[in-house]
């Protein structure tokens, strides 16, 4: 699969990814398409074409939609308890 048919086929995702990327702040120290494209050059070593359309389909659906939604609110809280969890490394 060529990087364009990957970039074609995850871009329904993409709204997901750009939600964890301001969520964790990653947008600070990088670019949305660099982030996009590591991710797909990652994917395509561990996921068959079948397996990314059935996450597209999931995704696009409502109980998808739901569940990225509360992902990213449970990444915010999941961050804060580790804050209050972990000691402060000087």
């Known amino acids: 699969m060529s990087n364009n048919q990957a970039n074609h086929l995850l ?6 990814l750009v939600k964890s990327i301001k969520v964790l702040h990653i947008d600070e120290v990088t670019d949305v398409e660099t982030l ?12 068959t074409q079948e397996e990314v359309n059935a996450q597209i389909d999931f995704y696009e659906s409502d109980l998808g939609a ?10 915010q809280n999941v961050s804060a308890e580790l804050k209050k969890a972990l000691p402060i490394m000087i």
């Open 11 to 16: 871009a329904p995702t993409e709204a997901s």
């Open 36 to 47: 996009t494209k590591a991710c797909i050059n990652v994917a395509k070593k561990y996921f």
């Open 66 to 75: 739901s569940i990225i939604e509360k992902q990213s609110i449970m990444i």
